[in-house]
């Protein structure tokens, strides 16, 4: 995390030359560049399904190393030019589908992840305009980011579930001290854009709109979150010939993820709960009579029902011992939507060693129980499954 | 034999480097306007949670610096480097500014009312104010 000072930044610095001397410091344009990866095998004691990371994949690890699963790369600059202002872009290079196409997967695939511009108002009120993170989750925003999570892999129960990741619209960030306490709010709204696989089906799903709402208390070693995410999904034509319905219809889906997390770490100690639902409105209520989306929904029993009603939560706790951490999680998934019920949930043990101070090595093994197809990629998404996977990497920043 | 004697020298000076550098105390400085602060307050600018004040830093190589962050955030300096890199690949804020050694740092803290930076305790003198002191 280098600082490069551009050779201008002094006539910048001159320009400005209202602002006093301490301030003229920060008043130039300077630049940051940083990055961060991780590069992890992974196998599962199965050859005829995968486990993969996200639902916009559809490869996954099988008996075979696959170094693609838990692997990525990400580069990213800050260009601050003084005055509050400042460009942020990041670039995430990891496994995912670049086209509609099933079998497009293509590892260490480079994508803008995120390129806003930000203003700082205040030293506590920041806005951004631009692609920027799209915070589901406590650890949403440095998920990729290996060296700062304690495991190898978060919870798929919850992690896996939110195929959107970033939005491309206007976010507020706010921060007070209120004692000893630190509290955040952040508030955004915008478009997202993410493909889920599901089976042998590619759903492109485009957004009318996403909004994200959150509130935080940091505390001493505590840190307690809520958020939501809410977003409109049209079911357009194209999305639903995937489906085997070609009739033009219209139903924009209502999506509301709502998420709750812990956590607790006070150097030695370390604990990280997240509970979150997804609820959506009902699919139109129709006859057999009628045809496109009300005959697809009738016949897959989901008239006048959610396409999806979610719950899931994980919990997990890990014990420093000097430069080794251990940690156990449980995940759990469970959807009780129209078509099916699903379950789906895993434990695992990982262990991280700290071999610098901007390097660890992991390791990570976990039994994962499935009903559920959709965090496997599998020949027969109603078998139920138990996986064993494995995965041992290791995480990098700077 | 003479080599190996440079070295037992060298050994025994640096364990006894070590061990005056363990015992030290470290004093948390600011400008000579600056309150007190708590050990809080401290952990949650060097921890990244709070951007009211100005945190400067000693390099890696520093061993007070191992022991600030020990004292005030019970954490190594993986953990906060993992703590670090959450915020930086968030997009929400930069460590704290590095500088080469306590008198880079007094000058700083000194020049501007908003920078806070820790030192040898022995090292303090009457152009900053301590305003917490760890044992």
Known sequence: MKTRHFGWRVVAAAALLATSAAQADEAGIQYKVSGFGTLAATAIDKSDLQLRTSLNQSRGADSTIDLGTDSRFGLQGVVTFGQGWSLTGQLLSIRRRVDSDLDSNRDFDIGVEWLFAQYAVTSGLDLRLGRVVLPAFMISDSRNVGYSQPWLRAPLEVYGRMPLTTMDGIQANWRISAGAAIIGFQAGYGKGHTNISSGATVIDTPSDWVSSLSAQVEWSDWLLRVGQVRSALPFSSPLLAGL??????????????????????????????????????????????????????????????????????YVG?????????????????????????????????????????????????????????????????????????????????? | ???????????????????????????????????????DQVANLYLGRSFDLKPLDLPEASPLREQFYKKATDRDLSQVKATWSRIVFSGKGQPPKELPDAAAVKKAVAADPKAVGYIDKGSVDGSVKVVLTLD
């Open chain 1, 244 to 313: 085997g319905v070609t009739t033009p219809i219209e139903y924009t889906m209502r999506d509301t993820f709502t998420n709750l997390g812990l956590q607790y770490d006070n150097g030695q100690a370390i604990v990280l709960a997240e509970w979150a639902s997804r609820k959506q409105n009902d699919m139109p209520m129709t006859q057999p009579a009628l045809s496109g989306l009300g005959l697809f929904a009738y016949q897959a029993g989901l008239a006048g029902k959610p396409l999806a009603k979610e719950k899931m939560w």
């Open chain 2, 1 to 39: 034999m003479r080599a190996k004697f440079i070295r037992t020298a060298c050994v025994a000076a640096g364990l006894s480097l070590g061990a005056v550098t363990a015992w030290a105390q470290v004093a948390v400085v600011m400008g000579a306007s600056a309150a007190p602060l708590t050990k």
């Open chain 1, 317 to 398: 706790a890990g014990w420093r011992f000097g430069k080794l951490l251990p940690m156990v999680a449980h995940g759990s998934f469970k959807s009780d939507a129209a078509t099916s019920q699903n379950d789906w949930t895993s434990t695992s043990i990982s262990l991280r060693y700290d071999v610098a101070n901007n390097v660890a090595l992991k390791a990570q093994i976990g039994r994962h129980e499935a009903k559920d197809s959709s965090s496997f990629v599998t020949a027969d998404p109603t078998d139920p499954r138990s996986v064993t996977s494995l995965a041992v990497g290791v995480d990098f920043v700077f």
